[in-house]
T-cell receptor
Framework: KNEVEQSPQNLTAQEGEFITINCSYS?????LHWLQQHPGGGIVSLFM???GKKKHGRLIATINIQEKHSSLHITASHPRDSAVYICAVRGYGQNFVFGPGTRLSVLP | GAVVSQHPSRVICKSGTSVKIECRSL??????MFWYRQFPKKSLMLMAT?????????EQGVEKDKFLINHASLTLSTLTVTSAHPEDSSFYIC????????????FGSGTRLTVV
């Protein structure tokens, strides 16, 4: 069974700071997803990665398959980035295993 | 982009009643949908996998008679919480697998169920 860990568990940053959230998993995967969950609960899929790096606006996601590790970076953070960020991995079936989430608060 | 509409977003019901939650793919066909449950300050847990035209596959420990899943069309899956109890209060969210070359996944906005 895949174990997914995230760090940090909680993160408070000042507006404008560069933020990094890390995810590590224990067994091989077919894809890794970064999800954003806002206080109301709705989930938005930010990235799906199987290798390398993806960028969307101020968000950058990287994955190192050999090291079983992924990072989500937020540049020029803003209070509206405050949310829970969840790393979810998918093996060679279809099911996700979710990390515990990182709660980010960006202060103005 | 691909959108999954989940309805209702919030529902309060009395103990013993049943509640139906809908998950609808708006601009793509979803042969497979997933239902998850999230307890407060906990991560999402897969409840069941719903395949169009066949019976859902439930995860260990999930009562299939209590959480009825129907996936009658390529754009709609429903989760019915039967004879709801306060311990069923939770956040329920669906996800759909997009049958495209990318085989991406998209999530509904979630339903917060409170049983009183």
């Amino acid at each position: 069974k895949n174990e997914v860990e995230q760090s940090p568990q909680n993160l408070t940053a000042q507006e404008g700071e560069f933020i990094t959230i890390n995810c590590s998993y224990s067994v091989g995967i077919s894809a890794l997803h970064w999800l954003q969950q806002h206080p109301g609960g709705g989930i938005v899929s930010l990235f799906m990665l199987s290798s390398g790096k993806k960028k969307h606006g101020r968000l950058i996601a990287t994955i190192n398959i050999q090291e079983k590790h992924s990072s989500l970076h937020i540049t020029a953070s803003h209070p509206r980035d405050s949310a829970v960020y969840i790393c979810a991995v998918r093996g060679y079936g279809q099911n996700f295993v979710f990390g515990p989430g990182t709660r980010l608060s960006v202060l103005p | 982009g691909a959108v999954v509409s989940q309805h209702p977003s919030r529902v309060i019901c009395k103990s013993g009643t049943s509640v139906k939650i809908e998950c609808r793919s708006l601009d793509f066909q979803a042969t497979t949908m997933f239902w998850y449950r999230q307890f407060p300050k906990k991560s999402l847990m897969l409840m069941a996998t719903s395949n169009e035209g066949s019976k859902a596959t439930y995860e260990q420990g999930v009562e299939k008679d209590k959480f009825l899943i129907n996936h009658a069309s390529l754009t709609l899956s429903t989760l019915t919480v039967t004879s709801a109890h306060p311990e069923d209060s939770s956040f329920y969210i669906c996800s759909a697998r997009m049958v495209t070359h990318s085989y991406g996944y998209t999530f509904g906005s979630g339903t917060r169920l409170t049983v009183v």
